[in-house]
């Protein structure tokens, strides 16, 4: 069994409304810096252990579709890193 670090980064879908994202984006603007556009991501960082890195991305794949991303609103990314 390996030791992986996986990074997951759940973000809404394009056309998706993010008011936090909007509003955060207008004070940035009030402050004097000008973004085209700013999108709000969490991320999770799981340590977890596993056969491989192939292992341990498909678990937490399941753990995003199951608990972690709403698939109807979310995209996510999954990086797996050995420990």
Do not use: C, W
């Not at 992986?4 to 402050?31: C, I, M, N």
């Not at 991501?41 to 991305?57: H, M, P, T, V």
């Amino acid at each position: 069994m390996g030791q992986y670090t996986a990074t997951l980064t759940v973000r809404l879908k394009a056309g998706v409304l993010d008011p936090e994202a909007k509003t955060t984006e207008r004070a940035l603007g009030r402050l004097g810096f000008e973004v085209d556009e700013l999108r709000r991501a969490d991320r999770f960082e799981i340590d977890l252990e596993a056969d491989s890195a192939s292992n341990a991305a498909d678990r937490v794949d399941e753990m995003a579709e199951r608990l972690l991303a709403n698939p109807t609103i979310h995209d996510y990314a999954v990086e797996i890193e050995e420990r």
